[in-house]
């Protein structure tokens, strides 16, 4: 080993390049695991805002339905209104138009 300087320096430097080489990787994948925690954090999160979202979708829906549903029972309350509206001032122009015959009657009948 002494009578080659060259060779004994040659693995010196292999050595050093592979230490160095074995840091770099180190340091990349230490980052990469940093990056993949925070997006698997990102991606549990989104999830439970999703699962949040479709929760909020459907009790919308379900109150949807409901006001829906009370519309028409409302709408059915109105025309049965409008019905009896039609009804009583029907039967208010009865009792008018007899008032008016009976009052005919008196001024024909002085």
């Given at each position: 080993m002494k009578d080659n300087p060259l060779i004994i320096s040659?693995?010196?430097g292999l050595i050093?390049?592979?230490v160095v080489?074995?840091?770099s990787l180190l340091v990349k994948m230490n980052t990469l695991?940093?990056?993949?925690?925070k997006e698997v954090a990102k991606k549990i999160s989104l999830e439970k805002e999703a699962e949040d979202l479709k929760e909020d979708?459907?009790?919308l829906q379900k109150n949807i339905s409901k006001l829906e549903?009370?519309?028409?029972?409302?709408?059915?309350?109105?025309?049965?209104?409008?019905?009896?509206?039609?009804?009583?001032d029907k039967?208010?122009?009865?009792?008018?138009?007899?008032?008016?015959?009976?009052?005919?009657?008196?001024?024909s009948g002085e």
């Open positions: 040659l693995l010196i050093v390049v592979l080489a074995g840091v695991s940093g990056m993949y925690k979708n459907s009790k549903a009370d519309i028409k029972e409302k709408d059915s309350q109105i025309e049965t209104l409008k019905k009896e509206t039609e009804k009583s039967s208010k122009l009865k009792p008018d138009s007899s008032l008016k015959e009976e009052s005919m009657k008196e001024k």
